[in-house]
């Protein structure tokens, strides 16, 4: 069995506490956090043992899972991965490029196995759409979300829209050719809505937008491709796909449209999405790759590819605002 210790237990500390409780091939050991008021919630609601030096709590675990401000991640990671152990971080990978670049490397030497946390990799309407023949040409993304103060020290592009760039690097299996953006700081000392275009040199075209300033929730993907519209609703849950219809597809709406070419018959369908906890799937996830010596879904390299285009992302804008 696989023990597992919790590097901060605020907000989404105690979800991911929830969801190893229910996972039945680990063992939860015990939790680092300065804070002393949410150390004494968590050994009062959940029994844990309290860690007060962040090395004892390492060298008593086989996974490390890290819950802490973005700032902290390097700092815990590596002394995770020094001793060789199996590290889970919450994204974005690290507050630099450079403390990236060098937990890769380290993670490479050590041969330890790393996640990224980028949950909407397990969303049920995401996964609605694994094993589908996707060439996505043009991808229109809305996250829109209320304000809160929570996750503000950094940008909405590390905050919300690093989300999508992971789900769309995920998906388009080219490199970045330009990007284009503009943000705006309102609520913040960083920008608080930005808008942002990244051109792929296959081709395709992505158009995102991120706000933390909304009066109203938005999390949706739409992809345009060759043979189909697939839409995504990743806040609730559903996922919508337009295409021809083929021979093969039942229980579809359908409805004709007369083109220049003649009629053709569109089919709609709305694949039925289980209930399922995303959390829970990413930590099993993580699990079933250390057991089985497999590639964990969002690995460290994935979470340096976001950071990446993260990074231009703000660089593009700061240049921008400077400009003007």
């Not at 690290?94 to 050590?110: P, S």
């Not at 275009?197 to 706000?211: D, K, Q, Y």
């Amino acid at each position: 069995m696989l023990k597992v210790g919790v590097f901060g237990v605020g907000h989404l500390g105690k979800f991911h506490l929830n969801n190893w409780k229910e996972i039945e091939e680990v063992k939860l050991v015990g939790f680092f956090d300065p804070n002393n008021d949410n150390a004494k919630q968590v050994s009062a609601d959940y029994g844990l043992k309290r860690f007060m030096d962040e090395e004892k709590l390492i060298d008593s675990c086989d996974i490390i899972d890290v819950v802490v401000p973005t700032d902290k991640h390097f700092e815990i990671c590596m002394q995770a991965v020094r001793k060789g152990k199996h590290v889970f971080v919450e994204k974005p990978l690290t507050h630099t490029i450079d403390e990236a670049k060098q937990l890769v490397n380290m993670v490479r030497e050590a041969n330890v196995k790393f996640q990224v946390g980028h949950v909407e990799r397990f969303n049920p309407a995401f996964l609605a759409i694994k094993g589908m023949p996707l060439n996505p040409m043009f991808i229109e993304v809305h996250r829109l979300a209320q304000f809160n103060p929570r996750g503000t020290e950094v940008s909405v592009i590390l905050d919300l829209m690093i989300h999508d760039i992971d789900i769309i690097l995920s998906l388009v299996k080219s490199d970045v050719k330009h990007i284009y953006a503009s943000g705006v700081a309102v609520m913040t000392d960083t920008p608080d809505i930005a808008n942002v275009r990244i051109e792929f040199n296959n081709g395709c075209v992505a158009n995102l937008t991120s706000s933390r300033i909304s009066m109203k929730k938005m999390r949706k993907v739409r992809l345009f491709q060759k043979d189909a519209y697939i839409g995504l609703d990743f806040l609730e849950k559903k996922t919508e796909i337009i295409k021809l219809k083929e021979d093969s597809d039942t229980n579809v709406f359908e409805f004709d449209l007369e083109t220049p070419t003649g009629k053709k018959t569109l089919a709609v369908a709305s694949p039925v999405i289980p209930q399922a906890n995303a959390i829970k799937l990413e930590l099993q996830s993580f699990v079933d790759a250390i057991n089985n010596n497999t590639t964990p879904v969002v690995s460290e390299i994935d979470g340096l590819l976001a950071m990446q285009v993260a990074h231009q992302i703000i660089a593009k804008i700061n240049k921008t605002n400077i400009a003007e």
